[in-house]
């Protein structure tokens, strides 16, 4: 079974940075893109950030210029950097990977980190 567990977030100030770490674990047989969503409350689940297979990253307009995002496929960890950070970015942020299981090929998400971005 296909795990994800997210590390890292909590307060920041605004302006501040924030890693924001994702480990995949279980019985994997490939992984074809890894994601960071967020939420906030009454507001649906949108995109952050995601990086596929063959390399390409997409960033939401919001972010973009402003965040990175690695994979480690070794490790089986996708990793989030964002700076000059924003109360609006404050959210719940979740690990989405498409992946190869033993349960065949799909969407798995982590449990999500909480960040807030306040002074």
């Known amino acids: 079974q296909v795990q994800l567990v997210e590390s890292g977030g909590g307060l920041v100030q605004p302006g501040g940075s924030l890693r924001l770490s994702c480990a995949a674990s279980?019985?994997?047989?490939?992984?074809?893109?890894m994601a960071w969503y967020r939420q906030v409350p009454g507001k649906q689940r949108e995109l952050v950030a995601r990086?596929?297979?063959?390399?390409?990253?997409m960033f939401a307009d919001s972010v973009k210029g402003r965040s990175t995002i690695s994979n480690d496929n070794v490790k089986k960890m996708v990793t989030l950097e964002m700076n000059s950070l924003k109360p609006e970015d404050t959210a719940v942020y979740y690990c989405?990977?498409?992946?190869?299981?033993?349960?065949?090929?799909?969407?798995?998400w982590g449990s999500g980190t909480q960040v807030n971005v306040s002074s």
């Open positions: 989405n990977g498409d992946i190869l299981g033993d349960r065949g090929r799909g969407d798995y």
């Open positions: 990086s596929v297979i063959d390399g390409r990253t």
């Open positions: 279980g019985s994997i047989f490939a992984i074809y893109g």
